[in-house]
């Protein structure tokens, strides 16, 4: 079984005033089972890297450039980041394809950016509600997952999160059986498209109003191997109940 993952995105959110939190988090964690995970923003990157060094909590980037360097004003390289302490990117998130503009062809090439940094690439898919409305979920999802995860894929270097754009923020969820459906469907996928056992081992993270009172229900389902959280990372007694979740 993979090792279950408990992925934090602070997305826009979080100043200095909110390492409060992140200490509260560091300080309820000690010791896991399961790793844990934070994406802050990136001022607050490098900072949080060194407060955790000597706890089981590891941080990531929520985006990067293609390119190693360059004359992109604003923007942040896959080297940058690690630079700075991150060990996973975020790549692909539903609300980077839609304000963006990113397309599977961009998030590809960004996977591949972080791979060439030595990082962990978190490839995002999910559908919106117009298409799960219309039953094209599982063929949303796959189109997506081919289109933006490069051949070179290991269990190592890469993690799919299944976010469905219509449950991020809004306190909806698919039922478990929908989750179940998806997860199943995205393990199939992998497993054909790549060895079998690189596919059984690549995790599978659910992501969308994950929080306390459900994330024990969606982490017992079979091939969900924890999630990305959103919301719920910001508060620390939230993200500390989820990755007790996490741990079993």
């Excluded at 963006?100 to 690439?121: F, M, N, P, Q, S």
């Excluded at 306190?171 to 596919?199: K, S």
């Excluded at 969900?224 to 500390?240: T, Y």
Aim: hydrophobic share 45%; with cysteine; aromatic share 4%.
């Amino acid at each position: 079984m993979p090792r279950m993952l408990a992925a934090g995105n602070w997305k826009m959110n979080g100043l200095n005033s909110s390492l409060g939190e992140f200490l509260a988090i560091l300080e309820a964690n000690t010791t896991s089972e399961a790793e844990i995970l934070i994406c802050p923003p990136v001022t607050l990157l490098a900072a949080m890297a060194e407060l955790s060094r000597d706890f089981p909590v590891t941080i990531g980037a929520q985006d990067c450039h293609a390119n190693a360097s360059g004359a992109h004003t604003g923007d942040l390289s896959a080297e940058m980041l690690a630079d700075a302490g991150a060990k996973y990117v975020i790549v692909g998130h539903s609300e980077r394809r839609a304000d963006h503009d990113e397309t599977d062809e961009v998030v590809r090439a960004k996977a591949e950016a972080t791979w060439r940094a030595g990082l962990t690439a978190i490839v995002c898919v999910g559908e919106t509600e117009a298409q799960r409305d219309a039953g094209q979920t599982l063929d949303v999802v796959a189109t997506q997952m081919n289109g933006s995860i490069p051949d070179s894929a290991t269990a190592e270097n890469l993690v799919v999160a299944y976010e469905p754009v219509w449950a991020i923020g809004t306190g909806r969820t698919p039922t478990l059986e929908e989750i179940d459906q998806v997860h199943d469907g995205m393990r199939t996928l992998l497993c054909t498209r790549f060895d079998t056992e690189v596919g059984a081992q690549v995790r599978l993270l659910y992501g969308g109003s994950v929080k306390p009172s459900n994330a024990d229900e969606i982490f017992a389902i079979g091939n969900v191997d924890g999630g990305l959280v959103g919301g719920a990372s910001l508060k620390a007694s939230d993200f500390n109940a989820i990755i007790a979740a996490a741990n079993g």
